[in-house]
């Protein structure tokens, strides 16, 4: 008993549980990175780096991280583009330095290959995070992200 509220306690303030894709179109609005960890009841690699996922998180206060049972909120693991769990998920939000905005293009998403070296999807998200250029200012409050039939995932809104 213990130990489980030791971790409840310890969760830090920018982690979050993603149960339904609403949450994670919600997140994207108000993120510059938006970094999530897929896991699965059946995974047990998903459980054992569960915690060095919350550590990373820890140690990023300025962006959000989720997690997210890929059971529990398919449409979120697929439009993170998730086949293997556990997977980790970067995904740029808003402006890019050059002025232009950040899309599907741009997010990474990491699993352990044909390997199966699970114990390096988190070092290797936080690698993609730390290169990715998020010093771009937003010039105008981001717009939802809207459906695109074409690709059954979603897409940045169009220009105004």
Known sequence: MYRVSQRLLSTPANLH???SAAQYE???LKSRALVGYFTAGFSTPSKLY???FSDFAASNPQHTFFTCDIDEA????????????PSVSVLPLGSKPDGSIFDKSDMVTIK???TLD???VVSRGKQALDSMPLSGEDSA???PWRFDPATGTTVPPLAS
């Open 50 to 52: 569960e915690s060095q």
């Open 141 to 143: 409050p981001r717009k």
């Open 26 to 28: 919600a997140l994207k």
């Open 112 to 114: 352990a290959d044909e």
């Open 118 to 120: 699970y114990g390096n």
């Open 17 to 19: 549980v993603i149960k």
């Open 74 to 85: 398919p449409t979120v693991a697929y439009d993170c583009e998730v086949s293997d769990v």
